[in-house]
């Protein structure tokens, strides 16, 4: 299945009647708060299988996820997935991998977002994307907003940034 960039693969609260291995592209996944922010948590790349909380078992969407970018996912049916889980032995150490990569993923982003100033962490975020963005620029892809929360930093440190970049 093709999404293009602003389609959205599943939304907060859905009850994930599939899981998706993401083939191509990029994905970013915010939550809605009760208090109305919206965060971006998590961004999905290719050989990912999401949600990642549903891999076992059953839960609804934590957040939205919409494509940065052309995308391609396969759709896998959650009650096929599930019964494959029971059935094969070896599903569960392919879910392990698959958590495994993205806790690396995470500590890796943890990491960037210790690194000392402000621009080397931009710098972090933009190496990073460049690998997956097939030459899009980081602000074509996100929000500044969006770049200031997978920084650690405001909206208005993020146009600063930006500016002396240009």
């Known amino acids: 299945m093709i999404l293009h960039k602003g389609e959205v693969l599943f939304r907060q609260g859905d009850s994930c009647e599939f899981l998706y291995k993401v083939k191509s592209g990029l994905f970013k996944v915010t939550r809605l708060h009760e208090n109305g922010n919206m965060v ?13 909380h549903s891999l076992i078992s059953p839960k609804e969407a934590h957040g939205t996820a ?5 995308s391609e996912v396969e759709a896998v ?9 029971r059935d094969e032995p070896g599903r569960a150490m392919e879910i392990a991998i698959l ?3 993205k806790v690396r993923f995470m500590q890796t982003r943890l990491d960037h ?12 975020l933009t190496r990073w994307f460049n690998d997956y963005s097939h030459g899009a620029a980081l602000t074509e892809l996100l929000t500044q907003e ?20 240009e």
């Open 113 to 124: 977002l210790t690194v000392g100033t402000p621009a080397e962490r931009m710098e972090l």
């Open 66 to 70: 919409v494509a940065m970018m052309k």
């Open 146 to 165: 969006e770049i200031g929360q997978l920084i650690g930093v405001r909206r208005e440190t993020v146009n600063r940034l930006l500016r002396t970049v």
């Open 99 to 101: 958590l495994q990569e």
């Open 77 to 85: 049916p959650s009650a096929e997935w599930y019964q494959q889980v």
């Open 40 to 52: 971006l948590f998590n961004i999905l790349y290719p050989g990912e299988m999401v949600p990642h």
